[in-house]
């Protein structure tokens, strides 16, 4: 299901950058290290008929991913923004366009998702449009998952997830590392029975690890996911030779053609998309496709979102063949203050899909100035 050329042109007149750091209720770790606070850039595209918003999520340093806040932040405003600027000068900008304009610039997905996510914001919101409409979703709410960090020890965990439980998330995901695996699943799985369960390691291990993550094969998972270094796609399709458990792959699909190749391979029969991750949400309506007409299922992953990027995954998750149930949770997981008046929120497992205008969101200019560390903007 292509997305025809069907959001509206903007007219760029500026775009504005913020740092913001948003503290999180609680530490949140994983086999790259511990956030206390979430640092992300928030992005606002001014035109003619109104305001757009994208976030682009970067970390603060570059472990998780070679993007990072710093280098995010001096590749928009020194080729990016100019770039789409440049190209808005003579002509109306369509979202459609965006992901072509920025393409000389190698990799920097991660912001170039961000700019797109404005400007299609700003789109759709002069069309009284939805994200969700324009994507092609077909459900009003999707299942809502939890990542649970690494915690103190396993009956810390169980304890963790006991409260996601009761909170009413419907699929359990843990993350993994070495020493930290095997008796941690074990807890879980021995204290809640069979609900939905899966790992995440994050890129914690290689292949000669094969035994330690056979051994999770008992605990019948949903998925374990990316648990080879994000270039390692032949291992990858090695190890799930191996394994019972369906290996799922996160940080290796940065595109499209990444998929297909991993596909291809067998290296992966679930896939997580994340938008920032690939370049954007229309890259991610490509995988999605792709892997629909191939029948193999696929979930939104999350990146520990604002309001911004939240409402957008839940968009995005809300498509046919988003068939497993995704880390798009409620923005109480995370932030005691979320930055848009209207946070995501558990309704019996499930959090909606915005059916405004665009994002569906609007900004608590209070809450952002609040949290807001540094910011520019950019003018023709």
């Known amino acids: 299901m292509?997305?025809?050329?069907?959001?509206?042109?903007?007219?760029?007149?500026?775009?504005?950058?913020?740092?913001?750091h948003l503290p999180l209720v609680a530490p949140f770790t994983t086999s790259?290290?511990?956030?206390?606070?979430?640092?992300?850039?928030?992005?606002?595209?001014?035109?003619?008929?109104?305001?757009?918003?994208?976030e682009i999520v970067t970390q603060h340093e570059p472990y998780y991913s070679s993007e990072y806040t710093q280098g995010a932040w001096d590749v928009a405003q020194r080729f990016l923004v100019p770039a789409l600027m440049d190209a808005g000068t003579f002509a109306p900008l369509f979202p459609e366009q965006v992901g072509t304009i920025l393409e000389p610039v190698i990799g920097h997905r991660m912001v170039k998702a961000g700019l797109e996510l404005a400007v299609l914001?700003?789109?759709?919101?002069?069309?009284?449009?939805?994200?969700?409409?324009?994507?092609?979703?077909?459900?009003?709410?999707v299942p809502s998952g939890v990542s649970v960090g690494i915690q103190r020890d396993p009956a810390a965990l169980v304890e963790a997830v006991q409260g996601y439980l009761d909170q009413g998330y419907v699929r359990?995901?843990?993350?993994?590392?070495?020493?930290?695996?095997?008796?941690?699943?074990?807890?879980?799985?021995?204290?809640?029975?069979?609900?939905?369960?899966?790992?995440?390691?994050?890129?914690?291990?290689?292949?000669?690890?094969?035994?330690?993550?056979?051994?999770?094969?008992?605990?019948?998972?949903?998925?374990?996911?990316?648990?080879?270094?994000?270039?390692?796609?032949?291992?990858?399709a090695a190890l799930a030779a191996r394994l019972r458990t369906p290996v799922c792959l996160d940080e290796s699909i940065v595109s499209a053609k990444a998929a297909r190749d991993a596909l291809a391979l067998r290296a992966a029969s679930v896939i997580n998309i994340k938008a920032g991750r690939v370049g954007g949400y229309l890259e991610a309506v490509r995988i999605h496709d792709l892997c629909r007409d191939a029948g193999v299922p696929v979930w939104c992953g999350g990146m520990l979102e604002t309001g911004i990027g939240r409402a957008a995954n839940a968009a995005l998750a809300a498509l046919p063949g988003f068939t497993l149930p995704?880390?798009?949770?409620?923005?109480?997981?995370?932030?005691?203050?979320?930055?848009?008046?209207?946070?995501?929120?558990?309704?019996?497992?499930?959090?909606?899909?915005?059916?405004?205008?665009?994002?569906?969101?609007?900004?608590?200019?209070?809450?952002?100035?609040?949290?807001?560390?540094?910011?520019?903007?950019?003018?023709?």
Request: hydrophobic content about 45%; overall charge negative.
């Open 2 to 20: 292509p997305i025809a050329r069907a959001a509206a042109s903007v007219n760029l007149e500026a775009v504005e950058l913020r740092v913001l």
């Open 32 to 54: 790259f290290g511990t956030e206390t606070v979430r640092e992300v850039i928030v992005v606002r595209v001014r035109t003619a008929d109104g305001d757009g918003w994208g």
């Open 121 to 141: 914001d700003a789109s759709l919101r002069t069309q009284g449009r939805p994200l969700g409409e324009y994507l092609g979703a077909v459900r009003d709410r």
């Open 172 to 236: 359990i995901k843990i993350k993994i590392k070495p020493g930290r695996d095997v008796a941690d699943t074990a807890a879980v799985r021995d204290a809640f029975g069979e609900i939905p369960l899966q790992v995440d390691a994050n890129s914690a291990y290689t292949l000669a690890d094969a035994d330690v993550l056979a051994a999770l094969d008992r605990f019948d998972l949903l998925l374990i996911e990316q648990p080879l270094q994000e270039d390692d796609i032949v291992d990858h």
């Open 326 to 380: 995704g880390d798009v949770s409620a923005a109480g997981r995370f932030y005691r203050r979320d930055i848009v008046t209207d946070p995501i929120v558990l309704d019996d497992g499930h959090v909606r899909v915005p059916t405004g205008p665009g994002l569906g969101i609007e900004i608590d200019p209070v809450a952002l100035d609040d949290v807001t560390v540094e910011r520019v903007e950019l003018r023709r």
